[in-house]
Nanobody, 124 residues
Framework: QVQLVESGGGLVQAGGSLRLSCLTS????????MGWFRQAPGKEREFVAL????????FYANSVKGRFTISRHNAKNTAYLQMNALKTEDTAVYYC?????????????????WGQGTQVTVSS
């Protein structure tokens, strides 16, 4: 049974940092691209970052480039999203998801399993 479980969200002041984790099970983690997406209230889901299966390739949305870092630890079946210099506009539910392909531009349709999400709230 494929499972993706996000954690690490919370309330933080603007300029602060959070580290999200995505613990996975039920599949061979090291063979999948992993992505992070987010959805703010009243807005469509948007891509944040993705990382290739080996961890050697990453891609970011322009809105987070230079502030967020995606990484993975294949032996722990876990993906991470380090978020620094957070802004109020980063407030959203953050989801991790897996994909068989390292697709660019990133499309949600390429991702077949998703976590339940973790809330990130950035206050001014």
């Amino acid at each position: 049974q494929v499972q993706l479980v996000e954690s690490g969200g919370g309330l933080v002041q603007a300029g602060g940092s959070l580290r999200l984790s995505c613990l996975t099970s039920g599949f061979t983690f090291s063979t999948y691209t992993m992505g992070w997406f987010r959805q703010a209230p009243g807005k469509e889901r948007e891509f944040v970052a993705l990382i290739g299966a080996s961890g050697g390739s990453t891609f970011y949305a322009n809105s987070v480039k230079g502030r967020f870092t995606i990484s993975r630890h294949n032996a722990k079946n876990t993906a991470y999203l380090q978020m620094n210099a957070l802004k109020t506009e980063d407030t959203a539910v953050y989801y991790c998801a897996r994909s068989r392909v390292y697709g660019l531009p990133p499309r949600g349709a390429d991702y077949d399993y998703w976590g339940q999400g973790t809330q990130v709230t950035v206050s001014s």
